[in-house]
């Protein structure tokens, strides 16, 4: 059983873009500065302020949403056992968007210091338990049905609240808000988002052993000890948790869940449990290395990075498809 | 040696009844063939036995202890369970497949110590896939898929083992491989095999003991000599029978229509 270092590689890569990310943007700042002034006091002060307010917690959003994205697509394409499955599937992350598109429709997110993740995350919560209701005591097939129905259901409030927006600001920044960004975000948004994040992924990263006998089929993998209904429940905790904490301060950011597996799996002979550690850094080097792209790309309004994600991943997709089209009978 | 009985056991779906008050008792040691024609119940009961369904009556009870009793972990690791023309959902390798069989004794995280990949060899071994190992499980041919899905089933070492249709879709020599290797199993190991099965005459042949079912009942339970002769297939399979004994008393060959 021969093994390649994929996951040391990743995590290198990861480290690189991580740091590539905190030295980009409109405002070049020399290493040297930033390690420690040689420099006047106040351009280092300046420089300070934009690496510890600004691009720290971006870098670390980043890193922690594209965890949580490409984790969460690795075990819902391991639990639906469908290579097309994505963190969209339970309609958690609709849902995160509709609580954070209410807060910014009803005015709310003025006025209340994170409104905006707090709702997302309520949205995110409340989604989760409706699908849970739905599809509870069904199979897999149940779970999809009940989660893409919840999901239409979430997409329609969204569509309602820019429909009936009070005023042209609120529907531009809902409009603004749902294409998705790390940008601008601040620490308190990541300390309150950061935890969910984290928990989400340590549910999601224990259902390795599960996934990996549900490739035998549902009848096989109960055979051998694996409880169904409580993995679909922790599945679905996790992805309320991770994905939707994501979704809350970040908006929609498509196809790095759908695509981060992909990527790697071939890599890890298509084991389920095997994907989910490089699925994980996959999915957060792909969302920083799209977000330095957007800073870099020679554009007078920065590209939002839901807006890049979706460019790139779109193509990606329908190359999916056309293989898929070739190999399955 | 393990022991599994079943008293008043029925199953029934929209009230139509799938399985009908089966009692049985049977213990390590024997090999039963559970023959009867499609639609007979065979796959239900082999499912109500391995604790994968709950009966609607009755009970199914592993050495005294009820399976309902049991955690599906614990059961998980003294029986194995194999459907009929089970398949593999993802381009996994052969070995990696058989491997999945040590589920209920792997810890969360971490990869095979020294007595797991033993017990791997072993199995890959035993189902003569040693060509195979490397291989994606979804581009094997369905005997050689069949024979893969038996080494998972057998690699846990199962005290109780329940497979359905173990012989469909082999050539001549890996089915008297794979029956022969069930008949061991039992008679020289003592574990419990019991395998729903078409080819009646590897049956005669292989098995200790007989269980021929029909609409849900069992009809007929004893050793192959005593219980299956010419009126008992008649009436199971609504064709005309005839049973021949082999000149070297050990089996019969059955002959149709």
Redesign the interface.
């Given at each position: 059983?021969r093994t390649r270092p994929v996951v040391p590689v990743l995590a290198a890569a990861l480290a690189v873009l991580f740091v590539a990310s905190l030295f980009t943007g409109r405002v070049w700042l020399p290493p040297r500065e930033i390690l420690g002034g040689t420099g006047d006091a106040a351009g280092t002060e300046l420089a300070r302020l934009i690496l510890v307010e600004l691009r720290l917690p971006r870098a670390l959003l980043g890193l922690l949403a594209g965890a949580s994205l490409g984790l969460c697509g690795a075990v819902l394409q391991g639990l639906t056992?469908n290579p097309l499955a994505e963190p969209g599937l339970l309609g958690i992350s609709s849902g995160a968007a509709l609580g954070a598109v209410i807060a910014i429709y009803s005015g709310l997110a003025l006025e209340v210091p994170l409104a905006t993740p707090l709702l997302g995350l309520a949205g995110a919560f409340l989604t989760a338990l409706l699908t849970l209701a739905l599809g509870r005591g069904g199979g897999m097939l149940v779970l999809i049905l009940a989660g893409s129905s919840v999901s239409g259901l979430m997409l329609a409030g969204t569509a309602l609240a820019l429909n009936l927006a009070p005023n042209p600001y609120a529907a531009y920044e809902i409009s603004q808000w749902l294409l998705g960004s790390i940008a601008d975000k601040s620490w308190d948004q990541l300390a309150l988002a950061g935890p969910f994040m984290v928990i989400g992924c340590a549910l999601l990263m224990?259902t390795?052993?599960a996934l990996?006998?549900?490739?035998?089929?549902e009848?096989?993998a109960?055979?051998?000890?694996?409880?169904l209904p409580r993995l679909r429940l922790r599945i679905i905790a996790g992805t309320a948790l991770a994905v939707g904490a994501a979704t809350s301060i970040t908006g929609a950011i498509g196809f790095i869940g759908l695509v981060a597996p992909h990527l790697v799996r071939h890599l890890v002979?298509?084991?389920?449990r095997r994907v989910l550690v490089p699925a994980t850094l996959c999915g957060a080097a792909v969302l920083l290395a799209a977000d330095i792209g957007t800073r870099l790309l020679p554009l007078d309004q920065e590209l939002k990075l839901g807006v890049l994600t979706g460019l790139v991943g779109a193509p990606f997709f329908i190359a999916l498809v056309l293989r898929l089209k070739r190999t399955a009978p | 040696m393990i022991r599994l009985a079943a008293e008043g056991l029925s199953f029934a779906i929209a009230r139509r009844r799938i399985v009908w008050n089966v009692a049985f008792e049977a213990g390590g040691g024997e090999f039963i063939a559970l023959i009867g024609p499609n639609g007979a119940g065979k796959s239900t009961l082999l499912t109500l036995l391995a604790g994968l369904a709950p009966p609607t009556v009755g009970r199914v009870t592993v050495d005294g202890t009820p399976l309902a009793a049991l955690k599906a972990a614990e059961l998980a690791r003294r029986r194995a369970y194999l459907p009929q023309n089970p398949r593999c959902d993802w381009p996994i390798p052969v070995e990696r497949l058989v491997a999945l069989g040590l589920t209920p004794s792997l810890p969360s995280f971490g990869d095979f110590d020294a007595e797991d990949r033993r017990r791997i060899d072993a199995a890959i071994a035993a189902c003569d896939l040693e060509a195979h190992r490397a291989q994606a499980a979804t581009t094997l041919s369905g005997g050689e898929l069949a024979r893969a899905m038996l080494a998972r089933a057998l690699v846990g070492d199962p005290h109780l083992l329940i497979v359905d249709e173990p012989l469909a879709g082999l050539d001549p020599r890996h089915a008297i491989d794979t029956v022969r290797r069930l008949r061991a199993l039992a008679v020289e190991e003592g574990r419990l095999v019991i395998a729903a099965m078409h080819d009646l005459n590897l049956a005669l042949r292989h098995a200790t003991r007989v269980w021929a079912v029909s609409s849900g009942n069992l009809v007929a339970d004893g050793s192959p000599r005593e219980v299956v002769d010419a009126p008992l297939l008649q009436s199971l399979f609504d064709v005309p029978a005839r049973v021949h004994a082999d000149a070297d008393g050990e089996g019969a060959r059955v002959e149709f229509g």
């Open positions: 059983m056992r224990g390795g052993r990996d006998a549900l490739a035998l089929g009848l096989q109960r055979s051998l000890g694996i409880d002979d298509y084991e389920p | -």
